[in-house]
């Protein structure tokens, strides 16, 4: 096997790669960084020590779910002092969809799924092997074994470790309602923002609704969450009255409908809400402009 055909396989898994690490680490600058560095390793061998590796995909994504095991620990101890709430990047509809063969929409769906807000906000709960655990297993069809040979774990523990992040995860997911039951209730919380409807907004809300904003130090944010229908509804009336110049567009998600925030054409915010039995639980502010490059395209 020559050089060029190791370049070739090499940058041929690269969104495969990237796709892996964003569902690991919550962000695509992360995720760029976690590649790189694989990538890195790869091009470190000698073209002899690439030779003799049978499988070049299997070896990529090994050294890629070892870096994202050890990049999720330290990045525990940095959120730690991060400025405010740490939210996931939220992405475009579709964003990771390129080149997929899911021709049937219900199979986008299902790709923008893996890759929600909703599912990233669980997946933060996890214990970083278990995070490795699912997204590997799950989502990526690789068997316990090769798992864990990244995770440092017996094929037995690492099948412990993808149960117990399936069933918390099965947990969220039993409470989420349909895309058009989402849209909807997302329409109807845009009403009620518009008008500046205070009763109609509550009326949609979950009366234990919980508001998170990610401002990263970089942005004015709500450094703490806001809990309860009727203060989340001030919060985001006073919001937007407080902003006259900022628009407010409906667009796509991977979590479905969410809002742009626009200041002279710019995006300056990503609202995400997670409804639950027809009303909104959580409501996702990404202000971060540091998570906000994919919605700048």
């Known amino acids: ?53 049978a499988n070049p995909q299997a070896w990529l994504t090994r050294v890629l779910g070892r870096v994202c095991l050890d990049m999720l620990g330290t990045a525990r ?28 929409p219900l199979d986008q769906v299902t790709l923008d799924d893996s890759v929600s807000s909703a599912l990233l906000v669980v997946l933060e709960a996890l214990t970083p092997p278990e995070r490795v655990a699912f997204v590997l297993h799950d989502v990526f069809a690789l068997p316990f074994d090769e798992i864990g040979r990244i995770v440092g774990r017996s094929a037995p523990a690492v099948r412990q470790l993808a149960t117990t992040a399936r069933r918390r995860i099965r947990e969220a997911r039993d409470r989420a309602v349909s895309r058009t039951e989402h849209n909807a209730v997302v329409q109807a919380f845009a009403a009620a923002c518009y008008a500046g409807d205070l009763a ?31 203060r989340v509804g001030r919060f985001l009336l006073g919001a937007l009255a407080k902003q006259p110049e900022t628009e407010v567009e409906i667009l796509e998600t991977t979590d479905g ?9 710019a995006v300056t915010g990503i609202v995400n809400l997670n409804v639950v039995d027809g009303r909104v639980r959580d409501v996702w502010m990404m202000l971060n402009p540091q998570k906000l490059l994919q919605w700048h395209a």
């Not at 002092?81 to 990771?96: D, I, K, M, S």
């Not at 509550?202 to 969450?225: I, K, N, Y």
């Not at 409908?257 to 054409?265: E, H, I, S, T, V």
């Open 1 to 53: 096997m020559d050089d060029e055909k190791h370049l070739a396989e090499a940058i041929g898994e690269r969104q495969r790669l990237v796709a892996i690490a964003y569902r690991m680490l919550g962000t695509t600058g992360e995720a760029e960084d976690a590649v790189q560095e694989t990538y890195t390793r790869w091009y470190r061998m000698t073209e002899a020590d690439r030779d003799r590796i």
């Open 77 to 104: 101890a940095r959120r730690e002092h991060y400025v405010g709430e740490w939210l996931p990047e939220p992405l475009p509809a579709g964003f990771f969809s390129a080149g997929s063969t899911a021709a049937d």
């Open 257 to 265: 409908a969410a809002f742009a925030l626009r200041r002279d054409g």
């Open 200 to 230: 109609a907004l509550t009326r949609v809300l979950d009366p234990a609704v919980e508001l998170r904003s990610d401002g990263g130090g970089f942005v004015s944010a709500a450094r703490r969450p806001v809990y309860g229908a009727d």
